[in-house]
């Protein structure tokens, strides 16, 4: 079993422990930390059905359940939250989740993958392609804000008017994901190549390199279904909690929304670029950070906006000065160090550095998100 697994399977302990923390009412710290301790077995439990599925059924339908199931701990945490009402966290964490898989998740795999190598290499094309597109998505997301900015002098621009732009981008975002992956399975599948070997022979590596069987199909559907509906319980367990918690901490929304929920809900996508980096196969880990940023943008937030009004919780792209150039500061950089296509562990920690920075003036701002 790999170490993943082992960790997985210990810490699944503490869903049933916070369930009887919530439910005898033993403290919301107690039922912060176990529930905490909970998404994120369930979260690793999510991913590898995911991946071993995705051998199972093939390259096609394999990547399509990639690209459909990526992202889903994010988005089960962030309808959580927009379930209970916490639409500054959700809006915030659409900014930590750029923040994170861009500098935090490409930074941890550049340093732990450049450890004892001079540089790594992985093919600039896709992480141009890649880049471009995730450029383009953050770039409309951020769209209505700079809209509002430029509005604020002329009397700004109202509620409705932001929620009617904010839903229009959200159905233009949702046809280019459907765009995005035409290019990516049928007409340009060649370029992703590489980073499908690579999933291929990890996955042969994590089986046995003499049979080649493939994982068996009905097991991986049940842990993919109970991962997911535990992962629905255990979120909202935790953002049962969550504001009364990091109110007592001294944490604002806007850094709960932006460092705390992006690091829970993509534990499971970080260590496995990481994992990737540190066995030498950065066009896996690359395609990782970049191609989850892209799932956010196009599939994540899109689903959010339309979902929203139907939970009573409507919810726009206004965000705040300092989010917007956060997010620019992520792309830019990350776009900087990832298209010669190659890297080392100083890029890794030039990455983190910009994170770290980042994260603190989110911590020091203490403002509320808008």
């Given at each position: 079993?790999?170490?993943?697994?082992?960790?997985?399977?210990?810490?699944?302990?503490?869903?049933?422990?916070?369930?009887?923390?919530?439910?005898?009412?033993?403290?919301?710290?107690?039922?912060?930390?176990?529930?905490?301790?909970?998404?994120?077995?369930?979260?690793?439990?999510?991913?590898?059905?995911?991946?071993?599925?995705s051998l199972t059924l093939g390259?096609?339908?394999?990547?399509?359940?990639?690209?459909?199931?990526?992202?889903?701990?994010?988005?089960?945490?962030?309808?959580?939250?927009?379930?209970?009402?916490?639409?500054?966290?959700?809006?915030?964490?659409?900014?930590?989740?750029?923040?994170?898989?861009?500098?935090?998740?490409?930074?941890?795999?550049?340093?732990?993958?450049?450890?004892?190598?001079?540089?790594?290499?992985?093919?600039?094309?896709?992480?141009?392609?890649?880049?471009?597109?995730?450029?383009?998505?953050?770039?409309?997301?951020?769209?209505?804000?700079?809209?509002?900015?430029?509005?604020?002098?002329?009397?700004?621009?109202?509620?409705?008017?932001?929620?009617?732009?904010?839903?229009?981008?959200?159905?233009?975002?949702?046809?280019v994901y459907g765009l995005t992956?035409?290019?990516?399975?049928?007409?340009?599948?060649?370029?992703?190549?590489?980073?499908?070997?690579?999933?291929?022979?990890?996955?042969?590596?994590?089986?046995?390199?003499?049979?080649?069987?493939?994982?068996?199909?009905?097991?991986?559907?049940?842990?993919?279904?109970?991962?997911?509906?535990?992962?629905?319980?255990?979120?909202?367990?935790?953002?049962?909690?969550?504001?009364?918690?990091?109110?007592?901490?001294?944490?604002?929304?806007?850094?709960?929304?932006?460092?705390?929920?992006?690091?829970?809900?993509?534990?499971?996508?970080?260590?496995?670029?990481?994992?990737?980096?540190?066995?030498?196969?950065?066009?896996?880990?690359?395609?990782?950070?970049?191609?989850?940023?892209?799932?956010?943008?196009?599939?994540?937030?899109?689903?959010?906006?339309?979902?929203?009004p139907l939970l009573g919780h409507?919810?726009?792209?206004?965000?705040?000065?300092?989010?917007?150039?956060?997010?620019?500061?992520?792309?830019?950089?990350?776009?900087?160090?990832?298209?010669?296509?190659?890297?080392?562990?100083?890029?890794?920690?030039?990455?983190?550095?910009?994170?770290?920075?980042?994260?603190?003036?989110?911590?020091?701002?203490?403002?509320?998100?808008?």
């Amino acid at each position: 079993m790999p170490p993943r697994l082992r960790i997985a399977t210990g810490l699944l302990a503490m869903l049933p422990v916070a369930a009887t923390a919530d439910r005898l009412h033993w403290g919301d710290g107690i039922v912060f930390v176990t529930s905490i301790l909970s998404i994120i077995p369930l979260a690793i439990l999510l991913s590898t059905a995911t991946e071993e599925l995705s051998l199972t059924l093939g390259p096609s339908l394999g990547a399509l359940l990639n690209a459909l199931f990526g992202n889903a701990t994010e988005l089960i945490i962030a309808l959580a939250a927009l379930r209970a009402g916490l639409v500054d966290i959700v809006k915030a964490s659409i900014t930590g989740t750029v923040m994170a898989n861009l500098l935090l998740a490409l930074g941890l795999s550049m340093l732990v993958g450049g450890i004892g190598r001079s540089e790594q290499r992985f093919q600039p094309v896709v992480a141009r392609v890649n880049g471009s597109a995730m450029t383009l998505a953050v770039l409309a997301i951020l769209i209505p804000s700079l809209r509002g900015m430029v509005a604020d002098g002329a009397g700004g621009l109202d509620a409705g008017a932001a929620e009617s732009f904010s839903l229009f981008v959200a159905w233009v975002l949702l046809a280019v994901y459907g765009l995005t992956l035409l290019f990516s399975l049928k007409t340009h599948r060649t370029l992703y190549a590489v980073a499908e070997a690579d999933l291929g022979v990890e996955g042969e590596e994590a089986h046995g390199e003499g049979g080649g069987t493939k994982p068996p199909l009905l097991p991986w559907v049940a842990v993919l279904l109970a991962a997911t509906v535990g992962l629905a319980y255990a979120s909202e367990l935790f953002v049962g909690v969550v504001e009364t918690v990091t109110e007592s901490l001294g944490l604002s929304a806007l850094f709960t929304g932006v460092v705390l929920l992006p690091l829970l809900g993509g534990a499971a996508e970080y260590l496995t670029a990481v994992t990737m980096a540190r066995k030498d196969k950065m066009d896996l880990a690359v395609s990782v950070a970049l191609g989850s940023t892209l799932l956010v943008g196009l599939l994540v937030v899109p689903v959010l906006l339309l979902v929203a009004p139907l939970l009573g919780h409507p919810l726009d792209l206004s965000f705040n000065v300092y989010e917007v150039v956060a997010v620019a500061t992520a792309v830019l950089v990350s776009n900087l160090v990832s298209l010669d296509g190659r890297s080392d562990w100083l890029e890794g920690v030039l990455l983190l550095a910009a994170y770290a920075i980042l994260a603190a003036g989110f911590f020091f701002q203490g403002s509320p998100v808008p």
